[in-house]
Protein backbone atom coordinates (compact mmCIF):
# COMPACT_ATOMS: atom_id res chain seq x y z
CA UNK A 1 0.00 0.00 0.00
CA UNK A 2 1.49 3.15 -1.00
CA UNK A 3 0.77 6.70 -2.03
CA UNK A 4 -0.19 5.40 -5.79
CA UNK A 5 -2.82 3.36 -4.30
CA UNK A 6 -4.37 6.28 -2.06
CA UNK A 7 -4.04 8.65 -5.43
CA UNK A 8 -5.96 5.72 -7.09
CA UNK A 9 -8.67 5.31 -4.33
CA UNK A 10 -9.30 8.35 -2.84
CA UNK A 11 -8.56 10.31 0.47
CA UNK A 12 -10.98 12.11 2.64
CA UNK A 13 -10.15 14.53 4.83
CA UNK A 14 -12.55 14.95 7.43
CA UNK A 15 -12.08 18.34 8.74
CA UNK A 16 -9.50 20.95 8.07
CA UNK A 17 -8.71 23.15 9.98
CA UNK A 18 -5.04 23.87 11.35
CA UNK A 19 -3.95 20.36 11.36
CA UNK A 20 -5.47 19.31 8.55
CA UNK A 21 -4.35 21.78 6.11
CA UNK A 22 -0.57 21.53 7.59
CA UNK A 23 -1.15 17.66 6.85
CA UNK A 24 -2.92 18.18 3.60
CA UNK A 25 -0.06 20.94 2.51
CA UNK A 26 2.60 18.01 3.14
CA UNK A 27 0.69 15.90 0.89
CA UNK A 28 0.39 18.20 -1.95
CA UNK A 29 4.03 19.35 -1.67
CA UNK A 30 4.90 15.20 -1.60
CA UNK A 31 3.12 14.90 -4.98
CA UNK A 32 0.10 13.31 -3.99
CA UNK A 33 -2.43 15.00 -6.81
CA UNK A 34 -5.32 17.21 -5.39
CA UNK A 35 -7.72 16.05 -7.30
CA UNK A 36 -7.82 12.36 -5.34
CA UNK A 37 -8.44 14.56 -2.01
CA UNK A 38 -11.70 14.84 -1.06
CA UNK A 39 -12.29 17.42 1.70
CA UNK A 40 -15.37 17.28 4.53
CA UNK A 41 -15.64 20.91 6.02
CA UNK A 42 -18.29 23.11 6.66
CA UNK A 43 -16.39 25.87 6.72
CA UNK A 44 -12.71 25.69 4.28
CA UNK A 45 -10.65 28.35 4.38
CA UNK A 46 -9.56 29.88 1.06
CA UNK A 47 -6.32 28.24 0.73
CA UNK A 48 -7.98 24.92 0.94
CA UNK A 49 -10.58 26.32 -1.87
CA UNK A 50 -7.43 27.16 -3.67
CA UNK A 51 -5.86 23.48 -3.76
CA UNK A 52 -7.83 22.34 -6.32
CA UNK A 53 -8.69 19.38 -3.75
CA UNK A 54 -12.55 18.33 -3.98
CA UNK A 55 -14.46 20.04 -1.78
CA UNK A 56 -17.79 18.89 0.35
CA UNK A 57 -18.50 16.56 -2.65
CA UNK A 58 -19.50 13.36 -3.07
CA UNK A 59 -17.16 11.04 -1.56
CA UNK A 60 -15.44 7.85 -3.21
CA UNK A 61 -17.51 4.42 -2.32
CA UNK A 62 -13.91 3.09 -0.93
CA UNK A 63 -11.37 5.32 -0.38
CA UNK A 64 -8.17 4.42 0.67
CA UNK A 65 -8.03 6.37 3.73
CA UNK A 66 -10.39 9.06 5.63
CA UNK A 67 -8.23 10.33 8.16
CA UNK A 68 -10.41 12.43 10.76
CA UNK A 69 -9.34 16.00 11.90
CA UNK A 70 -12.42 17.18 13.32
CA UNK A 71 -12.74 18.27 17.14
CA UNK A 72 -14.08 15.66 19.09
CA UNK A 73 -17.18 17.43 20.02
CA UNK A 74 -18.11 17.41 16.38
CA UNK A 75 -17.70 13.57 15.97
CA UNK A 76 -21.28 12.41 16.66
CA UNK A 77 -21.88 14.48 13.68
CA UNK A 78 -19.58 13.76 10.91
CA UNK A 79 -18.83 9.73 11.73
CA UNK A 80 -22.34 8.56 10.96
CA UNK A 81 -22.29 9.24 7.37
CA UNK A 82 -18.81 7.50 6.43
CA UNK A 83 -20.32 4.29 8.30
CA UNK A 84 -20.99 2.22 5.23
CA UNK A 85 -16.77 2.76 4.77
CA UNK A 86 -16.53 0.77 8.31
CA UNK A 87 -15.88 -3.29 8.61
CA UNK A 88 -14.03 -2.74 4.97
CA UNK A 89 -10.68 -1.76 3.66
CA UNK A 90 -10.65 2.23 4.02
CA UNK A 91 -8.24 3.04 6.87
CA UNK A 92 -9.56 4.93 8.94
CA UNK A 93 -6.55 7.42 10.57
CA UNK A 94 -7.96 9.55 13.27
CA UNK A 95 -5.81 12.98 14.94
CA UNK A 96 -8.76 13.49 16.72
CA UNK A 97 -7.44 13.98 20.56
CA UNK A 98 -9.10 11.51 23.10
CA UNK A 99 -11.43 9.49 20.93
CA UNK A 100 -10.22 5.44 21.32
CA UNK A 101 -9.78 2.79 19.17
CA UNK A 102 -13.19 1.49 20.77
CA UNK A 103 -15.16 4.32 20.36
CA UNK A 104 -14.55 4.31 16.47
CA UNK A 105 -14.90 0.24 16.48
CA UNK A 106 -18.61 1.13 18.20
CA UNK A 107 -19.44 3.39 15.59
CA UNK A 108 -17.70 2.29 12.30
CA UNK A 109 -17.76 -1.27 13.05
CA UNK A 110 -15.29 -3.99 14.51
CA UNK A 111 -13.80 -5.35 11.76
CA UNK A 112 -13.25 -1.60 10.75
CA UNK A 113 -8.77 -0.75 10.09
CA UNK A 114 -8.68 1.91 12.87
CA UNK A 115 -4.86 3.77 13.73
CA UNK A 116 -5.23 6.36 16.02
CA UNK A 117 -2.58 9.59 16.41
CA UNK A 118 -1.87 12.16 18.43
CA UNK A 119 0.16 14.96 16.86
CA UNK A 120 1.29 17.80 17.93
CA UNK A 121 0.71 21.98 16.66
CA UNK A 122 4.85 22.72 15.77
CA UNK A 123 3.29 19.80 12.69
CA UNK A 124 1.89 23.65 11.37
CA UNK A 125 5.37 24.35 10.78
CA UNK A 126 6.66 20.55 9.77
CA UNK A 127 8.17 20.11 13.22
CA UNK A 128 5.75 18.19 14.81
CA UNK A 129 6.00 14.81 16.18
CA UNK A 130 3.18 12.14 16.36
CA UNK A 131 2.50 8.71 17.97
CA UNK A 132 0.54 6.53 16.77
CA UNK A 133 -0.85 3.10 17.64
CA UNK A 134 -3.25 0.70 15.70
CA UNK A 135 -5.89 -1.77 16.05
CA UNK A 136 -5.60 -5.54 14.90
CA UNK A 137 -6.81 -4.96 11.66
CA UNK A 138 -4.76 -1.90 10.95
CA UNK A 139 -2.47 -4.54 8.95
CA UNK A 140 2.06 -3.30 8.22
CA UNK A 141 1.09 -1.33 4.90
CA UNK A 142 -1.65 0.30 7.01
CA UNK A 143 0.73 1.50 9.22
CA UNK A 144 3.82 2.38 6.88
CA UNK A 145 1.15 4.32 4.89
CA UNK A 146 -0.52 6.43 7.91
CA UNK A 147 3.43 6.70 8.85
CA UNK A 148 3.94 8.31 5.20
CA UNK A 149 0.79 10.42 5.59
CA UNK A 150 1.64 11.60 9.41
CA UNK A 151 5.78 12.71 8.56
CA UNK A 152 4.74 14.98 5.70
CA UNK A 153 4.82 17.41 8.97
CA UNK A 154 6.78 15.86 11.19
CA UNK A 155 8.59 12.90 13.10
CA UNK A 156 6.36 9.41 13.79
CA UNK A 157 6.88 6.78 16.50
CA UNK A 158 4.69 4.21 17.00
CA UNK A 159 3.37 2.85 20.15
CA UNK A 160 3.12 -0.52 21.70
CA UNK A 161 -0.08 -0.52 22.85
CA UNK A 162 -2.83 2.57 23.23
CA UNK A 163 -2.32 2.47 27.02
CA UNK A 164 0.64 4.58 26.38
CA UNK A 165 -1.14 7.65 24.55
CA UNK A 166 -2.20 9.16 27.84
CA UNK A 167 1.52 9.47 28.75
CA UNK A 168 2.46 10.84 25.02
CA UNK A 169 -0.57 13.20 25.46
CA UNK A 170 0.83 14.39 28.61
CA UNK A 171 4.42 15.14 27.33
CA UNK A 172 4.48 16.06 23.64
CA UNK A 173 0.60 16.77 23.11
CA UNK A 174 0.45 18.55 25.69
CA UNK A 175 3.99 19.83 25.85
CA UNK A 176 4.43 22.82 23.24
CA UNK A 177 2.16 24.55 25.73
CA UNK A 178 4.44 23.75 28.16
CA UNK A 179 7.77 25.14 26.29
CA UNK A 180 5.32 28.60 25.15
CA UNK A 181 4.66 29.49 28.73
CA UNK A 182 8.67 28.50 30.09
CA UNK A 183 9.41 31.22 27.45
CA UNK A 184 7.07 33.60 28.97
CA UNK A 185 8.58 32.60 32.55
CA UNK A 186 12.22 33.36 30.54
CA UNK A 187 11.37 36.36 28.89
CA UNK A 188 9.53 37.96 32.03
CA UNK A 189 12.69 37.18 34.34
CA UNK A 190 14.50 38.73 32.25
CA UNK A 191 12.48 41.98 32.57
CA UNK A 192 12.56 41.88 35.77
CA UNK A 193 16.48 41.81 35.43
CA UNK A 194 16.03 45.65 33.35
CA UNK A 195 15.77 43.98 29.85
CA UNK A 196 13.26 46.00 27.54
CA UNK A 197 9.83 43.81 27.08
CA UNK A 198 10.41 43.74 23.46
CA UNK A 199 14.36 42.80 23.91
CA UNK A 200 13.64 39.57 26.29
CA UNK A 201 11.10 37.98 24.39
CA UNK A 202 13.56 38.03 21.45
CA UNK A 203 16.01 36.51 23.56
CA UNK A 204 14.02 34.00 25.16
CA UNK A 205 12.26 32.83 22.08
CA UNK A 206 15.53 32.29 20.56
CA UNK A 207 17.56 30.58 23.33
CA UNK A 208 14.45 28.03 23.28
CA UNK A 209 14.33 27.74 19.88
CA UNK A 210 18.17 27.33 19.41
CA UNK A 211 18.43 25.18 22.32
CA UNK A 212 15.69 22.65 20.91
CA UNK A 213 17.45 22.07 17.54
CA UNK A 214 20.53 21.69 19.07
CA UNK A 215 19.25 19.15 21.20
CA UNK A 216 17.71 17.38 18.06
CA UNK A 217 20.33 17.41 15.96
CA UNK A 218 23.84 17.22 18.33
CA UNK A 219 24.72 13.48 19.12
CA UNK A 220 25.05 14.28 22.51
CA UNK A 221 22.28 13.72 24.99
CA UNK A 222 20.75 16.95 26.14
CA UNK A 223 22.40 15.93 29.46
CA UNK A 224 25.55 16.32 28.39
CA UNK A 225 25.01 19.28 26.38
CA UNK A 226 23.82 21.07 29.29
CA UNK A 227 27.35 19.73 31.21
CA UNK A 228 28.86 21.30 28.20
CA UNK A 229 27.75 24.85 29.04
CA UNK A 230 27.95 24.74 32.87
CA UNK A 231 31.37 26.17 33.82
CA UNK A 232 32.37 24.85 37.06
CA UNK A 233 31.14 27.99 39.89
CA UNK A 234 30.06 29.96 36.78
CA UNK A 235 27.00 31.89 36.37
CA UNK A 236 24.86 28.69 34.54
CA UNK A 237 25.93 26.98 37.64
CA UNK A 238 24.53 29.11 39.81
CA UNK A 239 21.33 29.68 37.76
CA UNK A 240 20.93 25.78 37.14
CA UNK A 241 21.13 25.22 41.35
CA UNK A 242 17.74 26.74 41.42
CA UNK A 243 16.13 25.43 38.06
CA UNK A 244 17.17 21.60 39.07
CA UNK A 245 15.88 22.06 42.83
CA UNK A 246 12.60 22.73 41.56
CA UNK A 247 11.65 21.76 37.73
CA UNK A 248 12.08 18.14 38.19
CA UNK A 249 9.05 17.51 40.15
CA UNK A 250 7.07 20.18 39.23
CA UNK A 251 7.50 18.67 35.14
CA UNK A 252 6.61 15.59 36.64
CA UNK A 253 3.54 16.94 38.26
CA UNK A 254 2.74 19.01 35.07
CA UNK A 255 3.26 15.64 32.65
CA UNK A 256 1.08 13.27 35.05
CA UNK A 257 -1.57 15.76 35.82
CA UNK A 258 -2.36 16.01 31.87
CA UNK A 259 -2.30 12.62 31.53
CA UNK A 260 -5.11 11.93 34.13
CA UNK A 261 -7.09 14.38 32.20
CA UNK A 262 -6.43 12.55 29.32
CA UNK A 263 -7.23 9.16 30.93
CA UNK A 264 -10.59 11.05 32.40
CA UNK A 265 -11.42 12.05 29.11
CA UNK A 266 -11.22 8.44 27.21
CA UNK A 267 -13.23 7.59 30.00
CA UNK A 268 -15.73 9.75 29.76
Not at 1 to 30: I, T
Not at 39 to 55: C, L, R, S
Not at 98 to 110: C, K, N, R
Not at 176 to 204: K, S, T
Request: net charge negative; hydrophobic share 50%.
Amino acid sequence: MDMNFVAERGLVLLGCGKMGSAMLEGWLADGLPAASVYVQDPFPNDWVKATGVHINADLPTTPAIVLIAVKPQMMTEALPALQSMGNGETLFLSVAAGITIAHYEDMLGAQTPIIRAMPNTPAAVGKGITAIVGNTHANDAMMTLADALLSAVGQVVCLEDEGQMDAVTGVSGSGPAYVFHMIECLAAAGEAQGLAPDLAMALAKATVAGAGALAETADETPAQLRVNVTSPNGTTQAGLEVLMDALPVLMEKTVAAAADRSRELANG
